[in-house]
């Protein structure tokens, strides 16, 4: 008997390790839910209603294919070795089949597995499932991993003019299997975790995730490298949480974008190439957790900016939490991150760096908060964007580099419609006015507070503070 474990990759459709799993034609599946990992780890609980919404189509799915789903809870993943050993011994199961994860903790925890369960000849078979590319595979010539993200899409993109990587045929359905399962049951354990707000804005059927991802490419994508900074326009494709469980591969996303080309790489327009590269984006946060796991331990990339002196102002910081700063643009982004998990792109942008350099707060406690509340919330992305945003990361905007809120606002926001949907107290505002309401009149009365710091100031200071190091 060959057992599957489905971690961040819950799907039928191009799984490596369930393809595999599945041709000894006798196959169960696992999911382990760790509730105090998940602490641990601070993923949103709007993520983990996400997750386990999704878990219970997959359970069905996996049904109709004859291939039960076994569902255990182990609060802790120090607690799976043992656990998992006697499940295999339970099932006499010669091998476990899994997809490999990127982070520290998730490393760990599968050497520990493979340890325990290779003493008692059972087998782990790991795949390359969640990265276009095994992990440690895109080298410079030195042999070294790549630094600078326009280094690593070069090499990205030689590899994929050779090959674009295909998707894994569908599962068969196995033979009928008399076990019984009742023991591993899922619905007692999800009523802990449900939110509407997920329901509300996040399906997580697959109708609609590949009519989300067809949709994006044949309407969306010849304008894409404009309209993604929009926010008020709908010109992103929305996939991130999708592509963080696993609901959809990253070959299928790269597949649907080469379908003209009959899947071979081949660039027709801005479009494409700049979605592209944002997948690739993606991919280099990916390989820079595997090769510099330092990241993934709460430290810097730079080891010189270890030593920045980040300001202790928890009331600054609450007001950015709960988008109360007076600076629209940025209260806008927090809002929406509150009421939907989710947060526009160039948005994540400016409130990442107006954190970290107006208000000259670490960091850390803007990466935690997002991973508290984001629904697409991945340990490599969010780390990879904050260090981004704090210069303090691989390939990081230069310290100098200090986006102004109000200028991006009323870039990207030339209307204000972003700022009406999310600060509806200043959605009576002219367009002119709505990005810095008491820049000419500060006695305005209004229920919206007053810019919690000076943003020239703000700005020369946290440059002064990065020429220190």
Known sequence: MHLIWFRNDLRLHDHAALWHAAQSRQCLALVILSPEQWQLHQDAPIKID??????????????ALNI???????????????????????????????????????????????QLLQQHQISCEYYEDRTLFPLGSIRNQSQQPYQVFTAFKKKCYERL????????????????????????????????????????????????????LNEFIADRLKDYKTDRDFPAIDGTSQLSPYLNIGILSIRECVQTLFTSSQGYFQLEDVGQQTWLDELLW????????????KVSRHQPFKENTKVIEWRDAPEDLTAWQQGRTGIPIVDAGMRQLLAT???????????????SKNLLIDWRLGEAWFMQHLIDGDLAANNGGWQWCASTGMDAAPYFRIFNPVNQSQR???????????????????????????????????????????????????IEVFKQI
């Open 50 to 63: 996400f997750y386990l919404r999704r878990l219970k189509i997959l359970k069905q799915q996996l049904e």
């Open 68 to 114: 039960p789903l076994l569902i255990l809870n182990i609060p802790l993943w120090k607690d799976i070795s043992e656990q998992l050993l006697a499940l295999c011994q339970q099932f006499q199961i010669s091998t476990v089949h899994c997809n490999i994860e990127t982070g520290l903790n998730e490393q760990q925890r599968d050497q520990a597995v493979e």
């Open 161 to 212: 003019l050779i090959d674009v990587p295909s998707c894994y045929p569908d599962i068969e359905i196995q033979p009928k299997q008399a076990i019984d399962i009742s023991q591993f049951d899922l619905n007692a354990f999800a009523q802990n975790y449900q939110q509407e707000t997920a329901n509300q804005y996040w399906p997580v059927e697959d109708k609609h995730v590949f009519e989300l």
């Open 282 to 293: 993606r991919e280099f946060y990916q390989h820079t957790l595997h090769d510099f796991p």
């Open 341 to 355: 998990g989710w947060m526009h792109n160039r948005v994540r942008m400016i409130t990442a760096m107006f954190l």
């Open 412 to 462: 990207f926001d030339p209307n204000g419609d972003y700022i009406r949907e999310w600060v509806p107290e200043l959605a009576h505002l002219d367009a002119k006015t709505i990005h810095e309401p008491y820049a000419k009149n500060p006695d305005l009365g209004l229920d919206y507070p007053k810019p919690i710091v000076d943003l020239k100031s703000s700005r020369a200071r946290a």
